[in-house]
C-alpha cells in the first residue's frame, strides 16, 4: 500500500479486498464484544484531525475507531492554528508529523496533495471536493455484505458527478463493475476520471458509461446510489441546483425500472424529499443505515493497515 490513502484509484484490486476482509473481521470481532481482539492495536499511537468543512460520519468514525484500538485522537482547529496566520502547510505538515503517527485531513482537494507530499506520516483523505475513499471503501462492504458479486453488477449513481461519483466509477474500474454516471448535462464527472477509470475497467472487465435519462439508466439496476444536489462549498447554487437536478429523485417510481432486489445507497448526509425521498431512503431497499455504520468498521482496517505494525505491507 502506498504511505497516504488519497484516492481509490492508487489502491490494486488486491488491496481493496484486503481492506474489505479485514474489516469484516474486525466487524465480526465488535459485533460478538470480541473486542480486546483488537483493543491495544493502536495502543500508544495519536491519529491528528484536519477537518475543513463539516462532518458527522467521518469524523466520528474515526474517533471512535482510533479509541476503541487504544489510540487517541487530536482535533486540529485550523482557525486557532498558525495555519490561519499563513504558516505553509508544508512547514505544518513537516512538524506535526513529529507529534502524530497519522492524519486524517478533509478540505480542498489541493489542501490535502500539498499536506500529504510534505507529511512524513500516513496521511488519510477523509473527503475533498474529487475523491471520499473510506466512504466508498465502505459501500463495497455494504453491497457485498448484500449478497452481490462486484462481477456484472450493474450500479448507477444518479446525481452530481463529484466526489462519491468519482470515487464510485474508480472503484467500479478497478472491480470489473457495470457503472453508469447518470447527472444533468453540465454536472458529469471530469473528462480525466472517466478515462482513468474505463482503462481500467478495459483490463477488469467493466464498463463505465454516462448518461442523462434516470429511468433508462437503471433499468435492471443492481445498485441504484445517490447523493446531496449541493454539496459543500456549493451553498450559493442552490436554486439553480435544485431546479438542475430535480428530475434526478430516486424515489418509488425510478425504482420500478432496477432490478426488484436492487439496492439503494446514499453516503448521507441526505436532503429528505430532494435527491431521494424518506419512502426509498427508509424503505425495503435501502441499505443505506448498514452503509453508514460499516464506516467505523472500515476506518478501523484502514487505521490498523495504515497506522499500525504492519510496515512490511506498507510501500514507502
Ligand atoms: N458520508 C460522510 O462522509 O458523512 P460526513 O460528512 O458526516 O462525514
Ligand atoms: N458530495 C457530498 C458528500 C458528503 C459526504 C459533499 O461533498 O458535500
Not at 463539516?54 to 482557525?79: C, H, N, W, Y
Request: with cysteine.
Amino acid at each position: 500500500m502506498e504511505k497516504n490513502l488519497i484516492s481509490i484509484y492508487d489502491l490494486t484490486v488486491r488491496e481493496i479486498k484486503e481492506i474489505l476482509e479485514f474489516a469484516i473481521d474486525i466487524k465480526k470481532k465488535h459485533l460478538k464484544g470480541q473486542e480486546v481482539l483488537t483493543s491495544g492495536l493502536l495502543k500508544g499511537k495519536i491519529l491528528g484531525l484536519i477537518f475543513q468543512k463539516p462532518s458527522t460520519r467521518t469524523r466520528v468514525s474515526f474517533e471512535a475507531g482510533m479509541k476503541q484500538l487504544g489510540g487517541e485522537t487530536i482535533l486540529l482547529d485550523i482557525k486557532e492554528s498558525q495555519l490561519s496566520r499563513g504558516e505553509t502547510i508544508a512547514d505544518t505538515a513537516k512538524v506535526i508529523s513529529k507529534y502524530l503517527n497519522g492524519i486524517v485531513v478533509r478540505g480542498e482537494h489541493k489542501f490535502l496533495l500539498e499536506f500529504a507530499k510534505h507529511a512524513l506520516i500516513p496521511v488519510i483523505n477523509g473527503l475533498t471536493e474529487v475523491t471520499h475513499p473510506c466512504q466508498i471503501l465502505s459501500d463495497l462492504l455494504t453491497i457485498s455484505e448484500s449478497g452481490k458479486n462486484f462481477k456484472n453488477l450493474k450500479l448507477v449513481f444518479v446525481g452530481d458527478g463529484n466526489n462519491i461519483c468519482n470515487s464510485l466509477m474508480f472503484a467500479a474500474g478497478k472491480l470489473g463493475i457495470d457503472f453508469i454516471a447518470c447527472c444533468p448535462a453540465g454536472y458529469e464527472p471530469g473528462a480525466q476520471i472517466i478515462e482513468k477509470a474505463t482503462k481500467d475497467a478495459k483490463k477488469s472487465g467493466g464498463s463505465i458509461d454516462l448518461f442523462h435519462n434516470p429511468a433508462q439508466s437503471v433499468k435492471d439496476a443492481d445498485v441504484i446510489y445517490t447523493d446531496t444536489w449541493v454539496s459543500m462549498g456549493q451553498e450559493t447554487e442552490v436554486k439553480k441546483r435544485l431546479h438542475d437536478f430535480k428530475p434526478y429523485q430516486v424515489n418509488k417510481e425510478l425504482l420500478k425500472y432496477a432490478k426488484q432486489d436492487c439496492v439503494v445507497l446514499h453516503c448521507l448526509p441526505a436532503h429528505r424529499g430532494q435527491e431521494i425521498t424518506s419512502e426509498v431512503l427508509d424503505g425495503k431497499n435501502s441499505i443505506i443505515w448498514e452503509q453508514a455504520e460499516n464506516r467505523l468498521h472500515v476506518q478501523k482496517a484502514i487505521l490498523i493497515l495504515w497506522l499500525g505494525n504492519k510496515k512490511n505491507k506498507m510501500r514507502r
